[in-house]
């Protein structure tokens, strides 16, 4: 028996997290990837329930995610490329949206990027004290 609300398949995605935070220097390498699990599931009997596939976008291009669809459940390993930006905060947001695009089947994760600029060489010159014959 499956449930149906106003059309819709009742499905439910969720996430582990809604908030994640990287930190990276400019000119350096990028920060660590970071795990996050994601499921999705629908009712097909009491107490039953069956895969479904989640599809998984990003709203930055320094902000990628791997895969791009999960079924059932799974870890994403999501990535900042922080290369090409300077100092700086930065937002982004990873979309997760049920396959049947079902009214509150859909989680999101807000990103946050800060990239400090790099550190600069101490270029005062040393000076050695005269010595006294």
Same mark, same amino acid.
């Given at each position: 028996?499956?449930?149906?609300?106003? @059309? +819709?398949?009742?499905?439910?995605?969720?996430?582990?997290?809604?908030?994640?935070?990287?930190?990276?220097?400019?000119?350096?390498?990028?920060?660590?990837?970071?795990?996050?699990?994601?499921? !999705?599931? +629908?009712?097909?009997? $009491?107490?039953?329930?069956?895969?479904?596939?989640?599809?998984?976008?990003?709203?930055?291009?320094?902000?990628?995610?791997? $895969?791009?669809?999960?079924? @059932?459940?799974?870890?994403?390993?999501?990535?900042?490329?922080?290369? *090409?930006?300077?100092? @700086?905060? +930065?937002? @982004?947001?990873?979309?997760?949206? !049920?396959?049947?695009?079902? *009214?509150?089947?859909?989680?999101?994760?807000?990103?946050?990027?800060?990239?400090?600029?790099?550190?600069?060489?101490?270029?005062? $010159?040393?000076?050695?004290?005269?010595?006294? $014959?």
């Amino acid at each position: 028996m499956v449930d149906l609300a106003a @059309g +819709y398949l009742l499905t439910d995605v969720s996430v582990e997290t809604h908030d994640l935070t990287f930190q990276a220097v400019a000119e350096d390498d990028d920060p660590p990837s970071q795990l996050v699990r994601v499921s !999705c599931t +629908y009712p097909v009997e $009491p107490d039953i329930d069956e895969d479904c596939d989640v599809t998984i976008t990003t709203n930055q291009t320094w902000l990628t995610v791997s $895969p791009t669809t999960v079924t @059932g459940a799974d870890r994403i390993m999501v990535n900042v490329d922080s290369s *090409p930006l300077e100092a @700086g905060t +930065y937002e @982004g947001n990873i979309h997760f949206q !049920c396959e049947w695009d079902a *009214p509150d089947d859909e989680e999101d994760i807000a990103v946050h990027l800060t990239v400090t600029a790099p550190a600069t060489p101490d270029t005062t $010159p040393t000076t050695v004290p005269a010595t006294t $014959p």
